[in-house]
């Protein structure tokens, strides 16, 4: 080691960018876009890459199970929506909370606490997909209210839709903020 150059460090990855920044991990020094900020302080992409593999517990089984159960309630909310004649703002809210908040405690019970990220999204996907189906007969009766030239049945047909969608957006958000706020309790 030298005396005067080895104050300067340069990126491991940009040998031409100077840096005051190291992983906090392995040490090496990392430029600004190198630097992956976690609630521990800055760290290499690879760092955090392998952190992530160890946060990543869930095996293939409960990616389907994770996935059945999440379109199920998630169109069974929608039936409820609809086959009911309940559809409003209100109901839209109310299901779309209570169901996210249902099938992310589903989905803990069958995983058994296993964990991934992609296995959120995987989650809420499956969710809204199955909040999507019962809309769809709605979807088409807009469709048919536009050929037909029915303006207020163009309108209410607009209006339930909305509230179908709603609905899944409610689903689907409280779901992922729902199994994120699991991950961060959990580590
Ligand atoms: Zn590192
Ligand atoms: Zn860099």
């Given at each position: 080691m030298s005396e005067e150059i080895s104050e300067i460090k340069t990126c491991y990855k940009h040998p031409n960018r100077e840096t005051l920044?190291?992983?906090?991990?392995?040490?090496r020094p990392i430029c600004m876009d190198c630097a992956v900020s976690t609630p521990t302080g800055y760290r290499c992409k690879e760092c955090v890459k392998e952190q992530q593999k160890k946060f990543n517990?869930?095996?293939?089984r409960d990616y389907v199970l994770s996935a059945i159960v999440a379109f199920l309630i998630g169109a069974l909310g929608s039936f409820v929506l609809y086959f009911f004649n309940f559809y409003s703002m209100l109901t839209a809210i109310i299901l779309g909370l209570l169901l996210g908040n249902l099938i992310a405690k589903a989905v803990r019970a069958v995983t058994q606490k296993r964990r991934a990220a992609d296995l959120n999204k995987l989650t809420a996907i499956a969710a809204g997909i199955g909040g999507a189906v019962p809309i769809l007969r709605y979807i088409l009766g807009l469709f048919r209210m536009i050929f037909i030239g029915n303006y207020a049945g163009l309108m209410g047909y607009t209006l339930s839709v909305g509230w179908g969608i709603l609905y899944i957006a409610l689903l689907c958000t409280t779901i992922l903020t729902n199994m994120r706020g699991f991950a961060i309790r959990r580590r």
């Open positions: 920044i190291c992983c906090n991990q392995c040490g517990t869930a095996v293939s």
